[in-house]
């Protein structure tokens, strides 16, 4: 798995736009869109207001936006999501005590 190169630590907080080559977690507050070509991880204690496009998602904390992976959205036991989560065909797991108010998503190419 590839280390996380991008960090935005609890103290922080962030508005605008985010995009990167390498992978990012989030442990502060953000507001915007964040792209990664490789993986988004919100923290326990990071809050996010925007969408989230990235091929592994996994959100432990509060996301208020649409969640677009090409293969895995992870929601972690003290996740809460309001927005739509996209994925393909089994790209979705999901931990008993996570919340999540959305419409969930299968993309399926032919």
Same mark, same amino acid.
């Given at each position: 798995?590839?280390?996380?190169?991008?960090?935005?630590?609890?103290?922080?907080?962030?508005?605008?736009?985010?995009?990167?080559?390498?992978?990012?977690?989030? $442990? &502060?507050?953000?507001? +915007?869109?964040?792209?990664?070509?490789?993986? !988004?991880? *919100?923290?326990?204690?990071? @809050?996010? #207001? =925007?969408?989230?496009?990235?091929?592994?998602?996994?959100? $432990? &904390?509060?996301?208020? +936006?649409?969640?677009?992976?090409?293969?895995? !959205?992870? *929601?972690?036991?003290?996740? @809460?999501? #309001? =927005?739509?989560?996209?994925?393909?065909?089994?790209?979705?797991?999901?931990?008993?005590?996570?919340?999540?108010?959305?419409?969930?998503?299968?993309?399926?190419?032919?």
């Amino acid at each position: 798995m590839k280390l996380v190169n991008g960090y935005l630590g609890q103290d922080l907080q962030l508005e605008g736009s985010l995009a990167s080559k390498d992978s990012i977690r989030i $442990d &502060g507050s953000y507001v +915007g869109s964040i792209s990664s070509k490789h993986m !988004v991880i *919100v923290g326990a204690s990071g @809050k996010v #207001k =925007g969408q989230i496009n990235a091929p592994v998602i996994q959100v $432990d &904390g509060w996301v208020e +936006g649409n969640l677009t992976a090409t293969n895995l !959205v992870a *929601v972690m036991d003290k996740a @809460k999501i #309001k =927005g739509n989560i996209i994925t393909p065909a089994g790209g979705l797991e999901m931990k008993i005590g996570s919340e999540f108010v959305g419409k969930f998503i299968t993309n399926t190419t032919d």
